[in-house]
Nanobody, 116 residues
Framework: QVQLVESGGGLVQPGGSLRLSCTAP????????MAWYRQAPGKERELVAGINTSGGITNYILSVKGRFTISRDNVKNTMYLQMNSLKPEDTAVYYCHTSIDGSTYWGQGTQVTVSL
């Protein structure tokens, strides 16, 4: 069993920033691509951003490009999502994700709420 642990969510005003973190077991972290997903109330879970093993290749959904930055530290076995210029439509539960040998793993999720 692979345990992914997210942190860093919270309540922020529109235009504000948050940084999410996701830690994974040290012995596997650096070998696998990682991703952030989010799920808003009443909506399907969607991929927000992904990052390859070295961190040199990243991808984003159009709605967050230029505002969010995904990164990883393979020494600290931690992935990050820096979220700037947050909008109310970014409100969701954010999940850390990886896939290992055909099995999918999710974190418990961290709530991000963007509101006045």
């Amino acid at each position: 069993q692979v345990q992914l642990v997210e942190s860093g969510g919270g309540l922020v005003q529109p235009g504000g920033s948050l940084r999410l973190s996701c830690t994974a077991p040290r012995h596997i972290f650096k070998f696998y691509t990682m991703a952030w997903y989010r799920q808003a109330p009443g909506k399907e879970r969607e991929l927000v951003a992904g990052i390859n093993t070295s961190g040199g290749i990243t991808n984003y959904i159009l709605s967050v490009k230029g505002r969010f930055t995904i990164s990883r530290d393979n020494v600290k076995n931690t992935m990050y999502l820096q979220m700037n210029s947050l909008k109310p439509e970014d409100t969701a539960v954010y999940y850390c994700h990886t896939s290992i040998d055909g099995s999918t793993y999710w974190g418990q999720g961290t709530q991000v709420t963007v509101s006045l």
